[in-house]
């Protein structure tokens, strides 16, 4: 059993920055791949960033590219580091893990923390 805990969200002005913590939990953590999705008001669950646990591969959604930052200690904790924080980057942001995925969708996770809410003001 995998649980993951996310921390982090806050409101935050537009241009600022957040980083964003999910500890994780499970007997054989280390070997999933974890990812940040989000979900905004009336949308449906996006990919926002993943990184893979054999190389620490990342990848990124288009929207946040070059502005978020994903990265994992030895302790199991993955981060987000989001900067230049734009008003549509309100959303909840959900941590999640899986294996044996191709794609980075939200079909493919099936553990997921509770999210945490990120508001970016304008």
């Known amino acids: 059993q995998v649980q993951l805990v996310e921390s982090g969200g806050g409101l935050v002005q537009a241009g600022g920055s957040l980083r964003l913590s999910c500890a994780a939990s499970g007997r054989t953590i280390s070997t999933y791949d974890m990812g940040w999705f989000r979900q905004a008001p009336g949308k449906e669950r996006e990919f926002v960033a993943g990184?893979?646990?054999?190389?620490?591969?990342t990848y990124y959604a288009d929207s946040v590219q070059g502005r978020f930052t994903i990265s994992r200690n030895t302790q199991n904790t993955v981060y987000l580091q989001m900067n230049s924080l734009k008003p549509e980057d309100t959303a909840v942001y959900y941590c999640?893990?899986?294996?044996?995925?191709?794609?980075?969708?939200?079909?493919?996770?099936?553990?997921w923390g509770k999210g945490t809410l990120v508001t970016v003001s304008s």
């Open positions: 999640a893990a899986d294996r044996y995925f191709t794609t980075w969708s939200s079909s493919a996770m099936n553990y």
């Open positions: 990184i893979r646990w054999s190389r620490d591969t």
